[in-house]
């Protein structure tokens, strides 16, 4: 389970690439003895049930992470953008007392009491020994992925073997992938999206990635054009940013497949903009750490513009209202999302588990969504997000969607701010395109002459040189919501 394909792939087909990056280009054998010398070696190190990786994209976390399982512990993928405080949190609450890092990201633990192994240091070609494979139980926690931490401390997501397997076979057989596929590996991989979708599904597969450490849009579009990838697999940002290079064509995505945008809501403007540049659908999927990453995606042969796709197999979405009660078709309320696939809970947090996780193994997303007649899933904004003017609902992401239409604007943030007359109002945070400037009053008129309600166009417009956001590209509302209180 989750290894076996990589040394089924190193016996039947040793030669083919698995992965490229910066250092070099590796076949199939040469990952999986990789994998299997760091198997020996981290069962030596450590007694502790899991090992870090603080590790950027790339064959070396590939080799690390199936190294990892091999040695019979779980992985916990650190996220080295996060803050000192917020990786010493990591590091305490897992309880790893081992982590496999690279010299440039090494100096990030310096301030904790862990046995750092540096990959780099380790033999390239190891010697040529057969792997010892454990069996572990479907139910057994392979990944504790933590939460970005848009509130408080990062949470520990357990993901066992059963969740990751159920996730990828089931996208698999969705979108109907295949081993010739060539995925480009830019998304981090301590991010459910890219470990599921640049790591497990291409090994699953026998297909190759093209790793980047960091993303550059040039480096893309060039990894893109030559290698003639077919799968890509990134947030909204790294399309806004391809779609700001000169030099980029429709031709660059004559081999692809698909494209596909996860992680955060995709902007209709992008979307459609990205169509009309380079010819090809931007298909949105739609998942979060508690659910493995894509749980509904669009997909080639069934994709609808505006919704986050149809659930995969095995996978239900419920929209539920306020008593937990299913609403009428079209109608909107609480995503709740149900499959095997969904976590086994929050790591020592039994209360939190309980609060999102139903009896019969729903998970409450917080999400505000509706359901078409023909099963696309439609996420309108967050629960809590929701903004209560003189008792009308407004949605931040189609108030956001609005603003982001104007030619001045080149980002927006929403959010409500407390008013003793009408409950709450809308205040947008813009960000002006370079060389232009907005004007707060036109800005209104604007959204007024697209179709936006009254209540819902910004009774404050403030203009920002940039939004705050998480290190997986979220924009952070709490401190937008910080500020104002501050500013109030």
């Known amino acids: 389970m ?26 199939y054998q040469q990952v999986a003895a990789m994998a299997t010398g ?62 496999v890092t690279i010299p440039q990201l090494a100096p990030r633990l310096k301030d904790t009491p862990l046995k750092v192994i540096d990959l780099t240091a380790l033999p390239q070609t190891p010697p040529a020994i057969a792997p010892r494979f454990p ?21 520990g997501v357990e993901l066992t073997y059963g969740n990751l397997q159920s996730c990828v076979d089931a996208a698999i057989a969705y979108a109907a992938l295949k081993g010739e596929h060539k995925f480009l590996g830019v998304v981090p991989m301590f991010h459910s999206l890219g470990l599921t979708a640049t790591l497990l599904a291409p090994f699953q597969l026998g297909a190759a990635v093209v790793y980047q450490a960091r993303f550059s849009a040039v480096a893309a579009i060039n990894a893109i054009r030559e290698h ?30 698909a494209v ?25 999927g739609y998942g979060l750490t508690e659910t493995c990453g894509p749980i ?25 209202d306020e008593e937990a009660r299913p609403v009428p078709q079209g109608q909107s309320g609480e995503v709740w999302l149900k499959g095997p696939m969904v976590m086994k809970g929050y790591y020592h947090l039994p209360k939190e588990s309980a609060d999102v996780l139903t009896a019969d193994g729903c998970f409450k997303t917080g999400d505000v969504g509706k359901v078409d007649e023909d099963g696309y899933l439609y996420i309108t904004g967050r629960k809590k997000e929701l903004i209560i003017v003189a008792g009308e609902k407004a949605s931040p992401r189609e108030i956001e969607d609005v603003l982001m239409r104007h030619p001045a604007v080149a980002d927006a943030a929403v959010v409500g701010k407390k008013d003793s007359s009408r409950g709450e109002v809308v205040v947008a945070f ?10 707060a009053g036109q800005l209104r008129d604007f959204a007024r002459d697209q179709g936006l309600a009254q209540w819902k166009l910004p009774r404050d417009v403030r203009v920002v040189p940039d939004l705050p956001r998480s290190p997986t590209g979220k924009v952070l509302k709490r401190v937008l919501i910080e500020q104002l209180e501050q500013s109030a």
């Not at 290894?3 to 076949?27: M, N, S």
């Not at 813009?430 to 004007?439: L, S, Y």
């Open 2 to 27: 989750l290894f076996e394909p990589l040394f089924k792939h190193a016996t039947t087909k040793p030669q083919a690439v698995a992965a490229i990056d910066e250092r070099g280009q590796y076949t």
């Open 38 to 99: 760091l198997g020996f070696y981290l069962a030596a190190q450590t007694k502790q049930p899991r090992v870090g990786l603080l590790l950027p994209s790339s064959a070396g976390f590939a080799a690390s992470f199936y190294g990892s399982l091999l040695a019979g512990k779980g992985v916990v993928p650190i996220n080295f953008l996060l803050g000192d405080r917020e990786i010493a949190h990591v590091v305490a609450d897992s309880g790893i007392d081992t982590v």
């Open 135 to 155: 069996t572990p139980a479907a139910t057994d926690t392979a990944v504790l992925i933590y939460t970005s931490g848009t509130s408080g401390l990062p949470k």
């Open 228 to 257: 003639k990838l077919s799968l890509i697999f990134a947030v909204p940002s790294m399309y806004g940013a391809l779609l700001h290079l000169k030099n980029a064509s429709a031709e660059d995505f004559a081999h692809t497949y």
């Open 260 to 284: 596909i945008s996860g992680g955060e809501p995709l902007p209709e403007l992008i979307r459609e903009k990205f169509q009309q540049r380079f010819g090809v659908p931007l298909l949105e």
């Open 296 to 320: 509904t995606v669009n997909v080639p042969q069934a994709h609808r513009p505006g919704s986050v796709g149809r659930p995969v197999p095995g996978a239900e979405a419920r929209i539920v």
């Open 430 to 439: 813009v960000v002006a395109r370079e060389g232009q400037t907005i004007d």
